[in-house]
């Protein structure tokens, strides 16, 4: 099984930065394709990022487009989404995911909530 936990969310102004972490042990490189994603109050979670294994392609949501960036060190078994220039429209609780194939995502973080004023 994969176990994801994810790390690095808190309060920040609009214009900052936070980098988010996420974990990864079991059988994490097994994976297809990781992904963020996230949920503000009241509405559906909507993908952010998603960063495809085996050749690294990179694919990113409209909204963040130019200001997240999203990696992976395969020494620390860990995804990061580096978020630049937040917006208070990117409040939210931000979770990772693994797919094991092009499919749907078969496994979820809890999430880590970043908030900005």
């Known amino acids: 099984d994969v176990q994801l936990v994810e790390s690095g969310g808190g309060s920040v102004q609009a214009g900052g930065s936070l980098r988010l972490s996420c974990a990864a042990s079991?059988?994490?490189?097994?994976?297809?394709?990781m992904g963020w994603f996230r949920q503000a109050p009241g509405k559906e979670r909507e993908w952010v990022a998603n960063l495809v294994m085996r050749d690294s392609t990179e694919n990113y949501a409209d909204s963040v487009k130019g200001r997240f960036t999203i990696s992976r060190d395969n020494a620390k078994n860990t995804l990061y989404l580096q978020m630049n220039s937040l917006k208070p429209e990117d409040t939210g609780m931000y979770s990772c995911?693994?797919?094991?194939?092009?499919?749907?995502?078969?496994?979820w973080g809890q999430g880590t909530q970043v908030t900005v004023s």
């Open positions: 079991g059988y994490s490189y097994t994976m297809y394709r």
């Open positions: 995911a693994a797919a094991r194939s092009g499919g749907v995502y078969n496994y």
